[in-house]
């Protein structure tokens, strides 16, 4: 199919000096075009499965200042993004007198061992995650801590979002400060 | 003993057979699939674990890197219904010619004060110039827009509005600007939606890896 008759054509007679052409083939080889047919195809196929984008569910609660939930402190655990993608957390409820002891601070990649471990030492009917984003945190905060939430099985409904306090504010400003965080 | 001659054979093969199938499988790959719209405004979204795939219809709203926020209406989407409801709701006394210009236009990024100039004009301001819609405590013009988007996917069409409404964020947006889109969500009573995110696998030995959540 992909050769041609290439013997002299026309059938005329050269004369005796006249050296005959040599014939060349046109047969060209080719197994590095479909090396490269085979690369573009899987190319083509990784990339277009890679990016595709997913979407994640989220529940909005409802407002309504008649229905308080009522969490007890044993089981809460308050996680609060800060700037530059840091992490604070405490225990149950803040205590002036033990602020130092109970606010501590950690960033996203040590944050997932301290809700699991969380997540084991309470009764899973009293465990809740009150998260709060501070003002200087991203999207990309927001988004991850709800995704950590997942990660680490905690079932819906044990996890909110809420605003953050004026103490937690000025606790978070300080640690900052303190910190070097810009 | 006769010889037994073993006629020698070439070993090449004619590979036009084969070059012939790996092109045509090329050109079906790039014909077959479908090319993504070209992205106006350059968003990185966060990563998840989430392995849901957003939706092609959609009602989109992004949220760019320095806050700006911008809505998609999806071609799908009852978009001529939307912008003529918010036309009467909010009184920009649109033309029927302009109503019909402004559902062509792509995307959303200007408050709702600006739009009968900006329809008014020939030539097209790149989407990083525009302002946005506004979006903050003081002037949520994102409530107006949701509520038009609700009147209109009012009754049974509630449930197909959830499956729509996506948020696509920045990395590095700040927070604020999310909180103010959710708020103007829930203003509307609009407490489900999706955020897109780029899909990530879950971490080898997380409690997800090991307890997947069984298939509904």
Redesign the interface.
């Known amino acids: 199919m992909a050769e041609m008759d290439t013997s002299s054509g026309g059938g005329h007679k050269k004369g005796p000096g006249v050296k005959k052409a040599k014939k060349l083939s046109t047969r060209v080889d080719l197994t590095p075009m479909v090396d490269l047919g085979f690369l573009l195809i899987t190319f083509f196929v990784f990339t277009t499965t890679m990016s595709q984008s997913t979407a994640m569910n989220m529940n909005e609660p409802k407002d309504d200042s008649t229905q308080v939930l009522k969490v007890k402190n044993s089981g809460a655990m308050t996680i609060l993004l800060g700037r530059g993608d840091q992490v604070y957390y405490y225990f149950g409820q803040l205590e002036a007198d033990k602020l130092s002891e109970q606010f501590k601070s950690t960033t996203f990649k040590q944050i997932r061992e301290v809700i699991v471990t969380k997540k084991k030492g309470t009764k899973i009917d009293d465990l809740m995650y009150i998260i709060k984003s501070d003002k200087n945190s991203t999207f990309r905060n927001a988004i991850d801590i709800l995704d950590e939430m997942s990660i680490c099985n905690v079932p819906p409904g044990h996890y909110a979002e809420v605003d953050m306090t004026a103490t937690e504010e000025l606790l978070i400003q300080k640690t900052e400060e303190a910190n070097g965080i810009k | 003993m006769p010889k037994v001659k073993i006629p020698r054979k070439s070993t090449?093969i004619?590979?036009?057979a084969?070059?012939d199938v790996?092109?045509l499988?090329?050109s079906f790959?790039?014909l077959a699939?479908k090319q993504?719209p070209p992205e106006v405004l350059a968003v990185t979204?966060?990563?998840?674990?989430?392995?849901?795939?957003?939706?092609e219809k959609s009602i989109l709203i992004t949220?760019t890197k320095e806050g700006k926020v911008f809505l998609m209406l999806g071609d799908e989407t009852k978009k001529a219904d939307i912008l003529s409801n918010i036309n009467a709701a909010k009184g920009l006394n649109l033309s029927a010619a302009e109503l019909n210009k402004w559902n062509k236009a792509p995307f959303i990024g200007v408050p709702l004060g600006q739009i009968k100039s900006m329809l008014s004009k020939q030539v097209e301001i790149p989407a990083n110039k525009l302002p946005g819609i506004p979006c903050d405590s003081s002037n949520n013009e994102m409530v107006d827009w949701m509520k038009s988007v609700t009147n209109v996917y009012a009754g049974s069409d509630q449930r197909q509005l959830q499956e729509m409404l996506?948020?696509k964020?920045?990395?590095?947006?700040?927070?604020?600007?999310?909180?103010r889109i959710?708020e103007a969500?829930?203003k509307n009573e609009i407490?489900?939606?999706?955020?897109?995110?780029?899909?990530e696998s879950?971490?080898v030995g997380?409690?997800?890896y090991l307890?997947p959540p069984k298939a509904n």
């Open positions: 090449t004619d590979m036009t084969m070059c790996a092109f499988l090329l790959f790039i699939t993504k979204p966060p990563n998840s674990v989430s392995a849901k795939a957003a939706p949220l996506l948020i964020g920045d990395n590095a947006a700040l927070y604020p600007a999310f909180k959710k969500f829930k407490f489900k939606f999706r955020i897109v995110t780029n899909g879950v971490p997380s409690e997800l307890n």
